[in-house]
């Protein structure tokens, strides 16, 4: 089945902790990204890879990393986590850029950071 | 630059009743346009998309869309309601990114759908 799989669905973490979120898809699309969703805001993307070593900021990307090593991972880091990145956060992948290729998401990480 | 922006973010309908969920885009560009679904403690599902094809799109579950350019407007119908359409609603423009390539999805502030009885 074709799909993107985040890990974990739920995390509950402490200020300061390093953690990942791992994402994983296994459509071989070029092109993936990481967002956050916050009440009221919609989703806003944090970072983007247009394939394999290629990775650039999206509109929020303070406080976050990324890598994309192989082509179907691209893990989120939150190297010192504050409670402002308590947020669900949501990875999509995509076969192209082109503007009218359909985004696949995976079903969410909920991050709270206390 | 592109933006979009979803005018309701609450509709409450009866079961059976038609659905009207607004949307409003900029764009400087000719643009594609979507909207997705997302159920509780889902994840995001397409739902339809316009590429400069036909301006009146069909989509997954009896949803359909217009694209009216002179009103820039994406509006998302369902000529009647079910319980199972409640849901939170997002519409997505593209938008280049001139430098560095690719797109980039900009997404509305959602609506969500409540349907009763």
């Not at chain 1, 071989?28 to 916050?38: G, L």
């Not at chain 1, 691209?74 to 990875?91: G, K, V």
């Not at chain 2, 909207?35 to 316009?50: A, I």
């Not at chain 2, 217009?66 to 359409?85: G, I, Q, R, V």
Request: net charge positive.
């Amino acid at each position: 089945e074709a799909q993107v799989t985040q890990n974990p669905r739920y995390l509950i973490t402490v200020t300061g902790k390093k953690l990942t979120v791992t994402c994983s898809q296994n459509m071989n699309h070029e092109y993936m990204s990481w967002y956050r969703q916050d009440p009221g805001l919609g989703l806003r993307q944090i970072y983007y890879s247009m394939n394999v070593e290629v990775t650039d900021k999206g509109d929020v990307p303070e406080g976050y990393k990324v890598s994309r090593k192989e082509k179907r991972n691209f893990p989120l880091i939150l190297e010192s986590p504050s409670p402002n990145q308590t947020s669900l956060y949501f990875c999509a992948s995509s076969l192209s850029t082109a503007m009218t290729t359909e985004a696949f998401f995976g079903q969410g990480t909920r991050l709270t950071v206390v | 630059a592109q933006s979009v922006t979803q005018l309701d973010s609450h509709v409450s309908v009866s079961e059976g009743t038609p659905v009207l969920l607004r949307c409003n885009y900029s764009s400087s560009y000719s643009p594609s346009l979507f909207w997705y679904v997302q159920h509780p403690n889902k994840g995001l599902q397409l739902l339809l998309k316009y590429t400069s094809a036909a301006t009146l799109v069909k989509g997954i579950n009896g949803f359909e869309a217009e694209f009216k350019k002179s009103e820039t407007s994406f509006h998302l119908t369902k000529p009647s309601a079910h319980m199972s359409d409640a849901a939170e609603y997002f519409c997505v423009v593209t938008r280049l990114v001139l430098t560095g390539g690719g797109n980039k999805l900009t997404f509305g502030t959602g609506t969500q759908l409540k349907v009763e009885l």
